[in-house]
């Protein structure tokens, strides 16, 4: 099946550092990024819809000046956490969608990336 | 009330045993998608339908559009099995999934 990758996997910062995450689609190529924040023991809260050469669609009470995306080419999409906190700490994981002719196509998962703010 | 609810929250099962884990939703889908998540947290998408029934391995998903209900079982359950299993839907209008709480595994040996 397709594949998509992050990176890093593991990430600690100190408060007040900006970090990017990397969110590749390996053998297809991703119209649409979704960026996902998930919180210890709580399921995944979608934190923006990304398409390839246009902005991203934030969801309500995201930040955009705080989570800046970049979806530069088909296959790669950058969150970047800006002057990050240690509220900021949580797993961010991203997903891939290659446009068929259809809506509901399959979303990609990547491994997730773990985000550890001093 | 949430859109997608999951049932049960937890489960522990015996290693052979059949599970079943539930999933209902209350909005117009056009699919219906199973994630697993294993405790280092990657995401693997199991199924995603629309209608019917569909099958890899040891697992079997479900959707009864009529009734908003989808079902996951696994056959045969193993302790590798161990893990979050998620529901989601696409809305009508495709594009954003919105989730289910998830439902924790733990298969015993």
């Known amino acids: 099946g397709a594949v998509v990758s992050q990176h890093p996997s593991r990430v600690i910062c100190k408060s007040g550092t900006s970090v990017k995450i990397e969110c590749r689609s390996l053998d297809f190529q991703a119209t649409t990024m979704f960026w996902y924040r998930q919180f210890p023991k709580q399921s995944l809260m979608l934190m923006a819809t990304?398409?390839?050469?246009?902005?991203?669609?934030?969801e309500q009470g995201v930040e955009k000046d705080k989570f800046l995306i970049n979806h530069a080419s088909l296959t790669l999409s950058t969150l970047t956490v800006t002057s990050a906190h240690p509220e900021d700490s949580s797993f961010y994981i991203c997903?891939?969608?290659?446009?068929?002719?259809?809506?509901?196509?399959?979303?990609?998962f990547g491994p997730g990336t773990r985000l550890t703010v001093l | 009330k949430n859109e997608v609810e999951q049932s049960p929250q937890n489960l522990t099962a015996q290693e052979g045993e059949f599970i079943t884990i539930n999933c209902s939703y209350s909005?117009?889908?056009?699919?219906l998608h199973w994630l697993q998540q294993h405790p280092g947290g990657g995401i693997v998408s199991l199924f995603m339908?629309?209608?019917g029934k569909k099958k890899h391995g040891r697992l079997i998903a479900t959707i009864n559009i009529q009734e908003k209900h989808s079902s996951l079982h696994i056959t045969a359950s193993h302790p590798r099995d161990s893990a979050v299993y998620i529901c989601?839907?696409?809305?009508?209008?495709?594009?954003?999934?919105?989730f289910g709480a998830g439902t924790i595994l733990r298969v015993k040996s």
């Open positions: 909005v117009g889908i056009s699919a």
């Open positions: 339908l629309s209608s």
């Open positions: 989601a839907v696409s809305g009508e209008y495709g594009n954003k999934l919105v």
């Open positions: 997903s891939a969608r290659f446009a068929g002719t259809r809506l509901t196509d399959t979303q990609y």
């Open positions: 990304s398409n390839e050469g246009s902005k991203a669609t934030y």
